[in-house]
């Protein structure tokens, strides 16, 4: 998943949706299903894409689909639509769709910012596309008009207070779902994983496609997966990494509870790393000591939180530290912005610059898409419960993970049931996995996998981190070459593999 989290991860989303387009629109039912009358023919009408820093041949449209489903006829949205198309036309076999995670992330950039990561033979291979999801960046808008301190992460993500009460996440909660329902429309209703999918099969047709491959992360592991449940007729080459736990019963209230075994999983990283001695920002001098000041240091800014203007909320407090700590966690990259700061707070400074919040439609269609996507539980005394329990056994969270959120106040009921991941359909899904990750833990992957039967085979890293092929820095040549060998062949590996 991921639900969009942290000081580094909503950074990356605040600048994330820097492309916008121009371009014709197309309705998807103007599009013939299963239609191809040739190989980079295409309903859309593709225009210049506005934004810097963009790869110069990457092109923009919009497509129109159905607000609703189960009336086709009735009132459209706006998808917006990019693509960079197969470097060598000649030896291009298809289309490569990159699906946005989140939920709450745009795409428009993707096939600039994630497609550079491809290797040439892959980039020749396929037109590179992605997409805005409803509600987001440059399709129509989902938003709720929040307050701007119900913005805040910690409005959204359930951090108790010290001690672990959790009245003010209650009032908090039933504030931003009463704001909702009040502010959202028709749009935010019919926000949801599933629409996704058949959003993604709009496109697939307007493309004038038979089949497409994709390659998903995080939570767009799970969009792939309902997809190729629903549509697996229109599955070519599907490479899920990162991926999320598809319980039916739970979706994204079991991805939430699994942040706390994710940060147990990888916080060791961090500790060995900040107590190396050749560590540049060396906190102490075992990991047992790195993990003893972290708990020390959330527990006097809960007692005393230092100000911070600027930021919001307006202090530096324990759950601030631990939300840094957490999205510090996706990445070795950000280990050292992470000790920094402990090493700052420890001598009562803050940062100069404070995280950005998440944008109105991030926010909408986050909170929408987690509460439209499964019913949550309303028993408060439960949740009390289930907090205290929590704090107990993983104190570097302390109750978050399984707190009570906006969606036991969410006014509307899932239109659609979870989609059961199952092994009907062709085996043509290859699952990457790195095995200490915070946001989807390998265990909730593992149970993916075993959904998915003899349709799919995973690939295994033995590394920390959020998203195992093609990464920067930290990457895999072992699962590299996996996923283009995957993607260029179509063959899956003949059993599951561990890469080191």
């Known amino acids: 998943m991921r639900l969009t989290t942290g000081r580094t991860a909503v950074l990356a989303l605040a600048t994330a949706a820097t492309a916008s387009l121009l371009g014709s629109t ?30 110069p041949r990457q092109e923009c449209a919009t497509l129109k689909v159905p607000l609703d489903y189960r009336d086709p006829g009735g009132k459209r949205i706006s998808l917006a639509v990019s693509r960079v198309p197969s470097e060598r036309p000649r030896a291009r076999r298809g289309t490569l769709l990159l699906i946005p995670g989140g939920p709450g992330s745009p795409g428009l950039d993707r096939p600039t910012t994630l497609g550079k990561r491809l290797p040439r033979s892959v980039r020749d291979a396929y037109d590179i596309v992605s997409f805005d999801p409803r509600g987001l960046g440059r399709s129509t808008h989902a938003g709720c008009d929040l307050a701007p301190a119900d913005l805040s992460l910690l409005a959204s993500r359930p951090w108790p207070a010290p ?9 908090t909660g039933r504030r931003i779902a009463d704001t909702c329902a009040r ?4 749009l935010l209703r019919t926000l949801s994983t599933v629409n996704e999918a058949r959003d993604i099969d709009s496109i697939r047709r307007a493309l004038g496609e038979r089949k497409l491959s994709a390659w998903g992360v995080s939570y767009g592991t799970y ?18 990494d990162s991926n999320d736990d598809p319980d039916p019963e739970r979706v994204e209230r079991g991805w939430l509870a699994n942040y706390a075994v994710g940060v147990e999983d990888t916080f060791p990283d961090f500790a060995a790393w900040a107590s190396a001695p050749g ?42 530290l631990r939300q840094s700590m957490l999205s510090a966690l996706y990445s070795p990259d950000t280990f050292e912005d992470l000790a920094k700061l402990i090493v700052d707070a420890d001598a009562g400074k803050v940062p100069d610059a404070a995280p950005a919040d998440p944008t109105q439609d991030i926010a909408a269609v986050s909170l929408a898409t987690i509460c439209n996507d499964v019913e949550w539980p309303t028993s408060l005394t439960a949740y009390a419960r289930d907090v205290a329990a929590s704090r107990k056994s993983h104190p570097l969270t302390a109750g978050m993970p399984v707190n009570v959120t906006t969606c036991a106040f969410w006014h509307d009921k899932p239109r659609d049931k979870p989609v059961r991941i199952t092994g009907q359909g062709p085996s043509n899904v290859l699952l990457v996995q790195n095995t200490r990750d915070v946001a989807t833990p390998y265990r909730g992957a593992l149970e993916l996998r075993r959904a998915y039967r003899d349709r799919a085979r995973m690939v295994s890293v033995d590394a920390m981190g959020h998203a195992a092929a093609y990464r920067v820095n930290h990457g895999s040549d072992c699962a590299d070459r996996r996923v283009t060998d995957f993607l260029l062949t179509g063959e899956l590996p003949k059993r599951d593999l561990r890469c080191p």
């Open 26 to 55: 197309v309705s998807a039912a103007d599009a013939t299903p299963g239609r191809q009358t040739g190989p980079t023919a295409t309903a859309l009408g593709w225009g210049a894409c506005e934004g810097t820093g963009l790869d």
């Open 163 to 171: 001690g672990g009460d959790i009245t003010e996440n209650v009032t």
């Open 183 to 186: 502010n959202g429309g028709d």
């Open 223 to 240: 969009v792939g997966s309902v997809y190729a449940q629903m549509f697996p007729e229109h599955t070519d080459r599907w490479v899920l």
């Open 279 to 320: 560590s540049p920002v060396r906190l102490a001098g075992t990991p047992d000591g790195v993990r003893r000041r972290v708990l020390a240091l959330a527990a006097r800014l809960d007692a005393k939180p230092l100000p911070w203007p600027g930021a919001n909320p307006p202090e530096l407090n324990g759950n601030v």
